[in-house]
């Protein structure tokens, strides 16, 4: 019933910037916890960002470049991904969950969207 819906990927060249979005139906956002994780190919799905009310994480590799944000007016939260390179290209996924944390650990999380692709060409 609640559903994160991705969107906002794209192709890209190195350097680039992206803005991904989650958009959470079936539900009000306020107090979910949204996870950002992505998957290439042949690898294991890993955490990029999540977010609670008040309380933000990042991968050690994208912070200071990857913004994580919300908007729970508009039931949305928001990845900006800023100087891309081509070793993040992969499949982008959101994902929600009512807890009092905010892990990176994709066995937290209860809703998964079906993600979308991030290319970074060289």
């Known amino acids: 019933q609640v559903q994160p819906v991705e969107s906002g990927g794209g192709l890209v060249q190195s350097g680039g ?39 933000t994480d990042y991968k050690d590799s994208v912070n200071g470049r990857f913004i994580i944000s919300r908007d729970n007016a508009k039931n949305t939260v928001y990845l900006q991904m800023n100087d891309l390179k081509p070793e993040v290209t ?14 990176l650990s994709p066995d937290a999380y209860r809703n998964w969207g079906q993600g979308t692709q991030v290319t970074v060409s060289s």
Do not use: K
């Open 17 to 55: 910037s992206l803005r991904l979005s989650c958009a959470l139906s079936g539900s009000t956002l306020d107090y979910y916890v949204i996870g950002w994780f992505r998957q290439a190919p042949g690898q294991e799905r890993e955490g990029v960002s999540c977010i609670s009310n008040g309380y």
């Open 90 to 103: 992969a499949i982008y996924y959101c994902a929600a969950v009512l807890i009092d944390s905010c892990p």
